[in-house]
């Protein structure tokens, strides 16, 4: 019966160094995987912190881009005003010329015209003009050409502020 107790007991104590051994590789395991698991998370958190650097320097260049863009419109219409404000300008001074006959508008009639309408042209007291027939305009019909004249010039600086925009917008892309 000794030998039995001794068979049993050698055999508890192998078994509980087994167990043991076994516990101890578990922790070893897990405390190995757990490392492996903080370095992952480490890189996987200094990756973020890299992308969320990068869509910050991508957010700040665009509103970089974006103020200058402003700044340019800003411009460039406060251009566009003065440019409108100057053409209206001398629109309403061509008009009160025209108005107290000031300035007077003709047109050069045909060389071939032989009508009793055509009137030679005569010579003002700063200048010579030779063989050209002119005609002059009634003051109510001068001014509706330059209002005609006005709205055009109006209308081609517009489009030159709508192209100027475009090409810088265009290029800004």
Excluded: F
């Excluded at 100057?86 to 003709?106: G, I, P, W």
Aim: with cysteine; charged share 20%.
């Amino acid at each position: 019966m000794k030998v039995d107790a001794v068979k049993w007991g050698g055999l508890m104590i192998i078994l509980t160094l087994m167990a043991g051994s076994a516990w101890a590789a578990w922790v070893w395991q897990a405390n190995a995987y757990g490392q492996q698991l903080a370095a992952k998370e480490a890189a996987y958190q200094t990756e973020r912190i890299h992308l969320a650097n990068a869509n910050s320097a991508q957010i700040l260049a665009e509103q970089g881009k974006r103020l200058a863009l402003e700044q340019w419109l800003a411009a460039s219409d406060q251009s566009h005003y003065r440019a409108l404000t100057d053409e209206k300008t001398k629109q309403v001074r061509l008009r009160d010329r025209l108005a107290t006959a000031d300035l007077r508008l003709s047109v050069q009639l045909d060389a071939a015209a032989t009508g009793c309408d055509a009137v030679h042209a005569t010579t003002g007291a700063g200048s010579v003009v030779h063989g050209a027939r002119r005609a002059q305009l009634d003051p109510a019909h001068a001014q509706r050409i330059i209002g005609i004249t006005g709205d055009g010039d109006q209308g081609l600086i517009a489009l030159q502020a709508c192209q100027a925009y475009v090409k810088e917008v265009s290029g800004m892309k």
